[in-house]
Nanobody, 129 residues
Framework: QVQLVESGGGLVQAGESLTLSCTAS????????LGWFRQAPGKEHEAVSC????????WYEDSVKGRFTISRDNAKTTVYLQMNDLKAEDTAMYYC??????????????????????WGQGTQVTVSS
């Protein structure tokens, strides 16, 4: 059984940092692009960042470029999202996803909500201004 479990969310002040983690089990992560997605109240979910199977290529949504960093440790079957200089508009439920495909397919083609790939239950990030 495949499971993705996110952790690291919380309540922070604007300008502060958080690091999210997502640990996968039940699949060989070396074969999967991994990514972070978010959904704010009343909004559609959106891709935040994705990383390819060996960590050499990454993609970021424009609003987080320069502030967020995605990384992965395949030995620990974990993907991370370092979030710096958080803003109120980053407030959302953050989900990690895994897809046996290219990172661009995960982040810009498939995304969440289409019944493809594997997804965690989410971790809440709240940024107060």
């Amino acid at each position: 059984q495949v499971q993705l479990v996110e952790s690291g969310g919380g309540l922070v002040q604007a300008g502060e940092s958080l690091t999210l983690s997502c640990t996968a089990s039940g699949l060989s992560v070396d074969d999967y692009a991994l990514g972070w997605f978010r959904q704010a109240p009343g909004k559609e979910h959106e891709a935040v960042s994705c990383i390819d199977w060996n960590g050499r290529r990454t993609w970021y949504e424009d609003s987080v470029k320069g502030r967020f960093t995605i990384s992965r440790d395949n030995a620990k079957t974990t993907v991370y999202l370092q979030m710096n200089d958080l803003k109120a508009e980053d407030t959302a439920m953050y989900y990690c996803g895994a897809l046996e495909a290219d990172l661009m397919t995960l982040c810009t083609v498939v995304g969440m909500g289409r019944g493809l790939g594997y997804w965690g239950q989410g971790t809440q990030v709240t940024v107060s201004s």
